[in-house]
């Protein structure tokens, strides 16, 4: 608990095992079959632990939601035993996951993240999403319900989890030969949480971890998310496209966690961002432009919103040049999209339309294609703009994007002074500077 | 799938982490804390592994059960956390949980273990069983429901999740770099699955494992659990006290298979054994006296059951001596309990009544108190008749019990030819000589 507020903490997404762009299988270097490989991805988090990373993050949903004929999943296999796999080969790294508070019942949901937070010695966060997606509701036989019932439902699930972790006392696990008391009993005690939603009675018989019981996380800015996040969260996983942007969610955000009577400092703000790395920008932008050439009616698409975002119909030109002086001035961001504004500014610049596309401007989270520097910049303004507390980062391929991070823009950050050289304790919460928590928060 | 069925199957039990005798805790050599130490469960499995173990067995229910105040849980605290952990450890020995029917989905239930069977390359095994314990019920907030509506949930529960794990075809992960075909989305189809109790429409977007998917096993005699069994199971996990007993059971499951249309032999059944073992008879009886001296009480309780058990009032009687020879001859097998013979011929034979409960008269399973050789002469007599296919055995302190086990008796099974010198194949499916599945069976 003694984490310096002048630097930035950073969580990395490796998604299904691929990283954040879905065609980068297909490179050279990548491995076709990271979805399965778990010895891969627990090398990975090994890596990502020598470069001290806060965490590792894995978003959810139990569901197919995208294009696997010819993308890579969404998601992995299943979080929770890729947490188990990495908690096991690892000794600091953090491990958050994201559960659906929908999908599962709170004492399976208890158990499972409370004994990974034991066998991990405290480094296991739960992200907490109500999911969305109707093929997730189809796979439960069910459909998805009011964003009032799944949040009502969800601040019900994290209570009668939060109680059930605290339903074995801190010090009950007595395990004491000569007196041959194991437990004390008057220490572990029913809940019996009787919500509109859920039910359950409890104990959960499972003893505190190094850090009492996992962190939580949430995402999705709706007023009902930042409500839960301001309730509950430790960490919040975003997605702004500005400094403004993010600046003005964080202090949303921080004034609910003080409405909820927490200190603003208890919730960090991780916002997403993408990237590829490589000696230099030329270089970062040709293997952009290498994946982005594996699908060329993909590109045709986006080509096409692309002039949607631009205002201007940009497949009648030379796609593959900088646009004419004349063209350019003629440019209109499109408000309705808040990555507009970087899709005019680098065609401005004079970049072709193909290049922009290759720069990112279309994706789910900020890009940076360039060199470790300018990596390190990006982070660097975001940060000390106070836009963010940190960083959920996602290469474009994990398994030469984390190699690359770790060991080119981590040293940087370092020398800079705004990244930590080692992890502050032994538990998530004190590598993220959070206060102990046992049970339910009264 | 070349098994010799002369051969026994062995599977190791070591509840929540200690073993079978929830008083071994208290001994020196035991470790106080087993249940929350991850490394000393992989370390044992993986010296089960070397005695080449067909598979460690986790029995659960997701509750509180017993008296931990004074005694070690009954259930590790998370069994798919458990197997993950070991799973990445070792590379033979199989992986069989049980996971609730009825306290589960489907969904759920399919991904974690299909993903696990995935990354253990194909070791894992589910024992399916519909969960009768009120206490569990009171953690999901409701009741338990009756043997028909378990049974009814269990079996759609079971279809619902072989099909999802056969909706990803079994060749259709296809992720070839030069075609950027990464899955064949003609092979992964909807099972739209909808029962009375479960819908779920999937796709599972998860690849086959070496053996395809995960082993079905199943616990518990009644005629539900024998129709459970012979529909889908290829072990049963048992507990007969008598040879007789126990073939007979074994000869209703290789019925009931038949009558599924499945072979015999598609069913091995594993008779739950326990067992304390020393250098000589004498040191392993003593051993299990010192355990049962750690609790009078009890011990008090057990000589009362045991006077019901052999129609005699013991407790008037020196307990620590033979009985005298005209009391002997009164003694008269209870026949409500079938454990009443045993008890009644080792108090004929001259034990005496402390010793007679030492020997484990009022276990859950036969107890072989004594040398590896009479652990092995026990095991071989009860395969040789025919009672049964293979063996559940628990040790009564896991972290002695498995190395003894291990080093002293399978080198004898193995010596006369009845347990395998090595394994036969890589996956569970293989070394339990199982045909191969995948999705449900029509
Ligand atoms: C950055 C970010 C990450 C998210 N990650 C997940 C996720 O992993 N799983 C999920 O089900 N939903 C995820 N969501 C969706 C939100 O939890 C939420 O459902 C969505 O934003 C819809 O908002 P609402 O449910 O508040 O209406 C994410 C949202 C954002 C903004
Ligand atoms: C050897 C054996 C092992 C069992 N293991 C478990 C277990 O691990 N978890 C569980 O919930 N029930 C277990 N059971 C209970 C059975 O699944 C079943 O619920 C019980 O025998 C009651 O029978 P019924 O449900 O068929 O009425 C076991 C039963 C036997 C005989």
Redesign the interface.
């Known amino acids: 608990m003694t984490t310096n507020q002048n630097q930035m903490k950073i969580v990395l997404q490796m998604v299904s095992g691929y990283g954040g762009e879905f ?1 980068t ?4 270097e ?1 491995k ?2 990271a ?2 490989d ?1 010895d891969l991805y ?1 090398e990975m988090a090994q890596l990502a632990e020598k470069g001290k990373l806060h965490a590792l993050f894995m978003a959810d949903t ?1 569901a ?1 939601v995208n ?7 969404m998601h992995s ?2 979080p ?2 890729a947490m ?2 990495v908690a ?2 690892t000794k600091h790294i953090g491990l958050v996951g994201t559960f659906s508070t929908t ?3 709170p ?2 949901l208890a ?2 993240l ?3 937070d ?2 991990s010695h405290g480094r296991v966060g739960w992200n907490t999403v109500t999911t969305s997606t109707g ?1 997730t509701a ?5 459909h998805i319900a009011t964003r009032q019932e799944r949040y009502g439902r969800a601040h019900e699930v994290i209570e009668a989890v939060q109680s059930l972790w605290g339903s074995w006392g801190e010090n009950a ?1 007595i ?3 000569e007196t ?6 008057g220490q ?1 005690k029913p809940v019996n949480y ?1 919500g509109e939603y ?10 505190p971890s190094e850090q009492g019981q996992p962190v939580l996380f949430q995402a999705g800015p709706s007023g009902e998310g930042v409500e839960l996040a301001g309730r509950f969260a430790s960490g919040v996983y975003a997605n702004p496209f500005t400094i403004e942007e993010s600046r003005e969610y964080r202090d949303i955000l921080r004034d609910a966690a003080v409405r909820h009577g927490r200190e603003a400092d208890e919730i960090n703000v991780f916002t997403g961002f993408m990237f590829t790395i490589a000696d230099t920008k030329e270089e970062a932008l040709a293997r952009r432009r290498q994946v982005m050439a ?2 060329p009616e993909e590109t045709s698409q986006r080509l096409r919103y692309l002039s949607a975002m631009v205002g201007l119909n940009l497949t009648s030109l030379d796609i593959d040049k900088p646009l004419p002086e004349g063209v350019r001035r003629m440019l209109q961001a499109n408000w309705q999209d808040p990555r507009s504004p970087r899709a005019v500014e680098l065609l401005q610049e004079g970049y072709s339309p193909l290049d922009t596309l290759a720069m990112g401007v279309i994706n789910y989270h900020p890009v940076v294609v360039g060199t470790a520097t300018d990596v390190a910049d990006f982070l660097q303004e975001w940060f000390e703009s106070g836009a963010t507390d940190g960083f959920s980062i996602v290469p474009d391929l994990a398994h030469d994007g984390v190699k690359r991070f770790v060991e080119e823009v981590v040293p940087i950050l370092q020398e800079r002074g705004i990244f930590h050289k080692d992890y502050e304790g032994t538990t998530l919460r004190e590598n993220l500077g959070l206060p102990y928590q046992y049970g339910l928060r009264k």
Chains 1, 2 share one sequence.
């Open positions: 065609k299988w297909r490179l050279p990548a076709a079959d979805y399965t778990m627990v139990p197919l294009n696997i004929g010819v993308d890579t999943p296999m299943d929770l035993i188990t796999s096991r080969a999908f599962n019942e004492y399976n158990r499972h409370k004994t990974l034991v066998i093929a189809d796979n439960f036989g069910t696990y395990h004491n030969k041959g008391q194991f437990a004390d009993l572990i009787r859920v039910k359950t009675s409890g104990p959960l018989p499972i003893p594996f699908d």
